[in-house]
């Protein structure tokens, strides 16, 4: 009984001593360091079955779904280019604005209340007079939103 306990508190010393590791170094570590300090957590947080061998370092175990997932290379991201920038041409570079409108927006549930808001609140607090193309441009931005 006494020697369990001894191992028991070997085992929580290493836990602790690998979680300040961690903790002290999380900022450089690498994939393959914080893949082998969370084996070494499973390896101590694993009951023992009576009989049961530990794997031999010939053998590599298969990767789980997580090792899988942060392997498969990523795509890259497709992002929408818009060649107007909305905020300069039409919010007289009002990156905040722009920004409240477009949140204001998203709050709208259809493509018609989105434009009586922009015809209505927004359009005279603004002179687009001579920007019907950017407003053109912007009014079709905004009914994709809607589409999709």
Sequence with gaps: MEEKKIIQNNAEQELMSLAHEILRSRNRMELDHIHAKASAIVALTTPKIAGETTPTASKE???TELEEALLTPVLEAEFETISIDFTQHLFEGSNADFQRVMSMLNSKETLEDAQKFIETQ???????????KEFD????????????
């Design 61 to 63: 175990p298969a990767p």
């Design 122 to 132: 927004i359009q005279p607090d603004y002179d687009w007079t001579d920007k019907q």
């Design 137 to 148: 441009a912007f009014m079709s931005h905004i009914e994709t939103l809607f589409d999709s």
